[in-house]
């Protein structure tokens, strides 16, 4: 039985889908957001890739979903999916460059657990690129004030940025970036694209951060 959090998304797949059409502007600011700061590596995992709406066009073919209709859709978009939740990733060590969960982190039920399994599937120095909704920001705030009539957030509980980089130095990663889109003065001329670094503001926040080498020695960007 799938859990209450993403029941509604399987039995809803191709609603779920059809936002992104409808709301075209801000899903492409997400994408830029997210784009802006992925590195180049061969070897990505989607946690949670839902329909492929992010994973496709960034070029992730691997992903995991705990919906079976959510990754039939994915599926036809050329990922491979397996059907899995966050807390139990059914991968070997040390096995990608780089993890994108992208509003994933509001609906596990142990965000510790979840980065923990994702640090493990991680090779020494990967990346892991989270884009997720900032409920302190402007835009955000709205969205947690009015979560309750949504039918896929009502479930959601939304972690600020600072709570989830924490968590993520317990678990190794560090030289964090961060940039934000969604901005609540943009909603009204959405063809204005608007992404900045920090965050604050942007209702989309992206976090990269890498993952400390097999030594737990300090990375040096370069």
């Known amino acids: 039985?799938?859990?209450?959090?993403?029941a509604v998304f399987d039995e809803n797949a191709d609603h779920y889908d059809r936002w992104f059409e409808e709301h075209g502007p801000i899903y492409q600011d997400e994408l830029s957001?997210?784009?802006?700061?992925?590195p180049d590596?061969?070897?990505a995992i989607e946690i949670g890739v839902g329909t492929g709406r992010f994973a496709a066009p960034l070029g992730i073919s691997v992903g995991i979903e705990p919906s079976a209709n959510m990754a039939k859709i994915a599926e036809q978009r050329g990922i491979t999916v397996t059907q899995a939740y966050g807390e139990n990733l059914p991968f070997s060590d040390r096995t990608f460059d780089l993890a994108l969960l992208v509003t994933v982190l509001c609906f596990v039920d142990d965000v510790s657990t979840v980065l923990r399994e994702v640090g493990r599937i991680l090779k020494p120095e990967g990346y892991i690129l989270i884009g997720m909704i900032d409920p302190t920001s402007p835009l955000g705030q709205s969205y947690e004030t009015h979560k309750a009539s949504s039918m896929f957030?009502?479930?959601s509980h939304f972690h600020a940025v600072d709570e989830i980089v924490d968590l993520l130095k317990q678990f190794g990663f560090q030289n964090?970036?961060?940039c934000q889109t969604v901005f609540q003065s943009n909603l009204n001329t959405p063809e204005?694209?608007?992404i900045e670094a920090g965050y604050g503001q942007g209702a989309f926040v992206v976090i990269r951060g890498r993952l400390a080498d097999t030594h737990g020695r300090k990375l040096v960007l370069t």
């Open 1 to 6: 039985m799938l859990k209450p959090g993403v």
């Open 33 to 38: 957001a997210l784009r802006r700061l992925m």
């Open 41 to 43: 590596v061969e070897n």
């Open 153 to 155: 957030y009502r479930e």
């Open 176 to 178: 964090f970036e961060f």
């Open 192 to 194: 204005a694209s608007i």
